[in-house]
């Protein structure tokens, strides 16, 4: 993420898809991602720059862009210094 190293344990993300029924067929209408980070100290500016860009710099939200709403939120916490 922008330069900023996070392992396994320090990122985590849940997503749940939403479906809406179209000529009674279920079709995926909206994703909605949480995030749950552990960032390292002093870095939550250049965390929050990169997750305001989320939608527009994610392939899969680009794949999806005009069928498929994509929205995100985020648990942040910074590792101590």
């Keep these: 993420m922008r330069g900023i190293s996070l392992g396994p344990a320090d990122i985590v993300a849940d997503a749940a898809g939403h ?3 179209r000529d009674r067929i ?3 209408t909206r994703i909605d ?5 552990r960032i390292p100290a002093g870095s939550r500016e ?3 720059r990169a997750l ?3 939608v ?3 392939p899969t939200a ?6 498929v709403e994509v929205a995100w939120t985020a648990d942040i ?3 101590p210094g």
């Design 52 to 54: 305001s860009r989320h």
């Design 77 to 79: 916490t910074e590792a």
């Design 62 to 67: 680009r794949s999806l862009e005009g069928a």
């Design 46 to 48: 250049t965390v929050d």
């Design 26 to 28: 279920p079709v995926l």
């Design 56 to 58: 527009s710099k994610c």
């Design 33 to 37: 991602v949480h995030y749950t980070l």
């Design 19 to 21: 479906h809406t029924l």
